[in-house]
């Protein structure tokens, strides 16, 4: 097997430099002012298949644990946010080969729909276990490689939606006659922090008394961990991946007998309407500090150009406001020194002006965040097919879990959902419309 980073290597790696240059666009408007937070990369405006985006990445640890990507083509846009946890290998990892998986299986399959997502995420997580197999005898450590999971795919006039941890994708949905809008969030969080996601841990696990643990002020999976789903965390899903006490931090001294964290994804369809004016999609870090109903009002009120950037500054602004400090105070900080105060931030927000695509002039791109240059894209011809199955079938709107969702009284529609195509093994996403009912109870 090659090196783990060689598996990696066309994807960005952290820059070596005391701070990460930023990129600045031709035709980027002042309307933010001088932007001097050397930790914060961003691409103030671009074209995708239904109209722009914007897209912006700060940074808060050591080392860079947010891999992200915006991937377009004349009929499709993908987006992918992968917020890592014990470093940023499994995010990295899924960088470089969601997409290339994804293609491949919808070219096999002649078509795209929510299964081809799913079976494109269970790849990649069997992908990344191969690697911690390959690499656990002489790098233990690589079993705490993990990564929440982020994507959204516009395609063929369908949005798709798969979540794994606890990053949300908000859907701005106008409401007509005043023109206001409204935040619909299509992800639910996969996280302790929740009291019916504990309970769904605990019925998962009747046996076991520390499968949830309050410790380090906050609920943790095996004391340890507060997402409850992830691409990679071997040490939680294989018991040969298991750490010994020489690792105290991630040591479970009753050991596990199978998974603790699930790696199936929640998936969100939607056959897109004008109604539907943007996506904004962001790991954990931006909704530690703006609610999802801000965060949609701040991008209909505002500029389309810097609006990914303008997001971001309002979350650092919240944060330092919390310690009692200013941003250009948490400016001056280095990186992971920033980290007691803020998390790793992506933000990448799609403006949808048409549903039919071809927005984009005909170009097949890769941005990455944080990437000083564009590369070439793991889209191919299975986006540019006319034929093939819809994915949103024959509804306007479906969901793998509870259909009502958390906000769906804010959309204007009355469309039934039909069910979504279900792993049997992996217990379906029911436990998530049980989760999306109680999430105004959780308090992290």
């Given at each position: 097997?090659?090196?783990f ?29 001088r ?10 405006i ?62 096999e ?64 949905v ?5 023109n ?14 929740s ?16 499968i ?23 040490y ?10 020489e ?21 969100y ?13 962001a ?9 999802s ?29 919390k ?5 250009d ?23 949808i ?34 034929g ?6 024959p ?50």
């Amino acid at each position: 097997m090659a090196p783990f980073w060689e598996t990696i290597s066309r994807c960005w790696k952290p820059l070596k430099k005391k701070y990460t240059r930023v990129r600045r666009e031709e035709g980027s408007t002042n309307n933010l002012g001088r932007e001097d937070d050397e930790l914060l990369w961003f691409r103030d405006i671009g074209k995708h298949s239904s109209g722009d985006f914007s897209f912006a990445v700060v940074q808060a640890n050591p080392v860079l644990e947010d891999y992200s990507q915006v991937d377009t083509g004349p009929q499709s846009t993908f987006v992918g946010i992968y917020d890592g946890h014990g470093g940023p290998e499994a995010a990295a990892f899924i960088c470089n080969n969601l997409l290339k998986n994804l293609s491949r299986i919808a070219i096999e399959e002649g078509r795209m729909s929510d299964e081809v997502l799913r079976n494109a995420i269970a790849e990649t997580e069997n992908g990344f276990l191969r690697v911690v197999e390959g690499e656990f005898e002489k790098t233990p450590l690589i079993a705490i490689k993990g990564s929440c999971c982020l994507v959204g795919l516009i395609w063929k006039g369908t949005l798709l939606v798969a979540n794994l941890g606890d990053s949300r994708a908000v859907l701005g949905v106008l409401n007509r006659p005043n023109n206001g809008i409204s935040a619909d969030q299509l992800t639910s969080e996969h996280n302790a922090c929740s009291p019916v996601v504990r309970e769904e841990l605990r019925s998962r696990h009747p046996g076991d008394e520390k499968i949830v643990v309050f410790k380090n002020q906050a609920w943790r999976v095996k004391g340890i961990i507060q997402v409850t789903r992830s691409i990679g965390d071997a040490y939680l899903k294989k018991p040969e991946f298991g750490l010994g006490p020489e690792y105290p931090r991630f040591h479970v001294p009753e050991g596990i007998d199978g998974p603790v964290l699930r790696s199936d994804p929640n998936v969100y369809t939607k056959r897109l309407t004008p109604e539907d004016r943007f996506l904004i999609m962001a790991s954990d870090g931006l909704w530690e500090h703006l609610t999802s109903q801000r965060a949609v009002e701040m991008v209909h009120m505002n500029p389309r150009p810097g609006i990914a950037r303008r997001l971001v500054r309002a979350a650092l602004t919240e944060a330092a406001a919390k310690a009692g400090m200013t941003y250009d105070a948490i400016k001056a900080l280095g990186r992971g020194a920033r980290r007691r105060y803020h998390d790793d931030i992506t933000v990448v927000v799609v403006f949808i002006d048409q549903i039919q695509g071809a927005g984009a002039g005909g170009r097949v791109v890769s941005v990455k965040g944080f990437s000083l240059s564009d590369g070439p894209s793991d889209l191919n011809d299975v986006f540019l097919l006319a034929g093939g199955d819809d994915p949103a079938g024959p509804s306007s709107s479906s969901r793998g879990d509870d259909a009502a969702g958390p906000s769906s009284s804010s959309r204007g529609e009355s469309s039934e959902s039909k069910p979504l195509i279900v792993d049997p093994k992996s217990g379906g996403d029911d436990d998530d419309a049980v989760a999306r009912k109680g999430k105004a109870a959780a308090t992290c």
